[in-house]
DNA sequence: TTTTGAGTTGTTCGA
DNA sequence: GTCGAACAACTCAAA
């Protein structure tokens, strides 16, 4: 790497100061390091909303990013317009000798890369990237036999044995910030100055910074021990809640893997483990998409495209919209329509409900979920997507089918869940909140819920949804 | 090259 | 209510 004199830090999904690769890159090679990040109407004018949570989120991200720079002496310049365009010319204007930003695995994301690079290199600037997003991207992981595994297991194992410490070391910015550049004039762009609204994620108590990160990784430490017993069950406070941050880069996998580790390390047991496990699995969707990036349009295992969805308009809007009759499923889609997040236990039991239930194409609900999740993330959306469809690498088999009332049962057994989202059968006894319609009409009257009225009947049968799923698979194996 | 063991998160059936 | 077996046979990864 050559000493280049200015740069150009260009932030993406890492909206943070601290470990940040590129950051640490840019500013140990270059003596003046300009920062910038952009708004960019090729993803924002894509979105269905011009109320999205995730815009609020990285508006209220980028304004921390650049009041954290400026505590250095440095800043942040924010444009709105097309990325693939906008660098380019604000490296040129800049007159910087290199661009730097860190990998990111999107296939749409690859192409914009790649066309920037090739617009830069064209004005004799450098485009220099690096890993920060993952522990291991790539080629890092490898079967012995050299080649990319899809087997979740193995590659875990592998994984776990590569993992040592310098793996986990955090980029520390603080020797050369002296380097960083003053932004070049002109106010941040507002929520209001991208051409979107304010939504409900304030009121939510999601924020969006390293600030609100940290606060929420010093909340889950001490959870963490019991995150394997706590994370199934939604009614309960299990999970980190630390997807959005990571999905934002509001804070660092390394930072994270390097918590857990330590903890497993200190025997920290089996919470730790597990929690460590879903960091892996992180990982292993990222690789997956890299080596197959035909996932975004297509089952990983091709001969899966071969099934004829019936694809019911109808029975997807009930999903939608809360309107199965099938309680744990409607409060998940409540939940994830009224606050953009949705329990991971709840994720699969959406998704199974809609593939093998309503028999809908899992592409269908893996575009809504990319629509409404705040932490959406392309490789691990599709992956699980995939999961529960039975289409995927290391899928669930496809006649694992869940049973939305047995699924209701075991992990939201008193209805606390199914309570708070659909108010309507509140009142509900909790061995017929998860299947409502088994009461008797007086019953339902006991209850201040008619079914039919106040709620609806189950727009399928599962029993009779079950054996369809299954007669739709038979015609793939043959 | 061949063989062997194993595979995130389940469900249903029948004893 | 509880328990083990079947589901249906396949692919992957490593020895």
Request: glycine share 6%.
């Amino acid at each position: 790497m050559s000493q280049s004199e200015t740069a150009l830090m260009w932030f993406r999904r890492d909206l943070r100061v601290a470990d940040n690769a590129a950051l640490h890159a840019a500013l140990k090679a270059a003596r003046r390091v300009h920062c910038v990040f952009v708004y960019d109407t090729a993803i924002l004018d894509r979105l269905p909303s011009r109320s999205d949570r995730r815009v609020e989120f990285i508006v209220q991200s980028v304004d921390e990013l650049h009041r954290g720079l400026s505590a250095l002496g440095g800043g942040l310049v924010t444009l709105h317009g097309p990325a693939q365009t906008e660098i380019p010319r604000l490296a040129r204007e800049l007159g910087v000798q290199a661009v730097y930003a860190n990998h990111d695995y999107e296939p749409a994301a690859v192409a914009r890369d790649a066309a920037v690079a090739q617009a830069l290199a064209a004005s004799g600037i450098g485009f220099m990237t690096r890993k920060d997003q993952v522990i291991f991207e790539k080629d890092e992981v490898l079967t012995g036999s050299g080649t990319p595994y899809s087997v979740f297991t193995p590659y875990k194992n592998a994984w776990l044995k590569k993992l040592e410490p310098f793996f986990l070391k955090a980029y520390p910015v603080e020797s050369h910030v002296k380097n960083l550049a003053p932004p070049a004039g002109g106010r941040l762009l507002t929520l209001t100055d991208i051409g979107f609204k304010e939504t409900n994620l304030r009121a939510l108590g999601i924020a969006g910074g390293s600030a609100a990160a940290q606060e929420l990784l010093a909340d889950f430490l001490p959870r963490m021990a019991r995150y394997r017993e706590a994370r199934d069950f939604p009614s309960r406070k299990g999970p980190s809640y630390l997807s959005v941050h990571l999905r934002f880069g509001t804070i660092s996998i390394r930072e994270l893997a390097r918590t857990a580790w330590q903890a497993v390390r200190d025997g920290g047991g089996e919470g730790a483990a597990t929690w460590l496990s879903e960091l892996v699995w992180r990982d292993f969707y990222f690789m997956i998409l890299h080596h197959h990036p035909h996932v975004v349009s297509g089952a990983f295992r091709p001969a899966y495209d071969a099934i004829r969805w019936p694809d019911d308009e109808a029975l997807f809007a009930a999903w939608r919209e809360a309107r199965t009759g099938y309680p744990i499923v409607d409060a998940a889609m409540r939940q994830i329509n009224q606050t953009g997040y949705m329990h991971n236990r709840l994720r699969m039991i959406a998704a199974s409900f809609l593939v093998k239930d309503l028999l809908v194409d899992w592409r269908l609900g893996e575009k809504y979920f990319a629509d409404h999740l705040n932490d959406f993330d392309l490789a691990a959306n599709n992956g699980g997507w995939q999961w529960a469809a039975s289409t995927g690498c290391d899928a669930q088999p496809y006649f694992r089918i869940f049973n939305p009332v047995t699924q209701s049962e075991k992990f939201d057994p008193e209805g606390s869940f199914i309570r708070r989202y659909l108010p309507e059968l509140a009142r509900c006894e909790a061995r017929y909140i998860h299947a409502p319609w088994t009461m008797t009409p007086a019953q339902q009257q006991a209850a201040g819920v008619v079914i039919g009225r106040d709620y609806p009947a189950p727009v399928v049968d599962h029993a009779e949804a079950r054996l369809r799923a299954l007669e739709l698979f038979k015609a793939v194996r043959n």
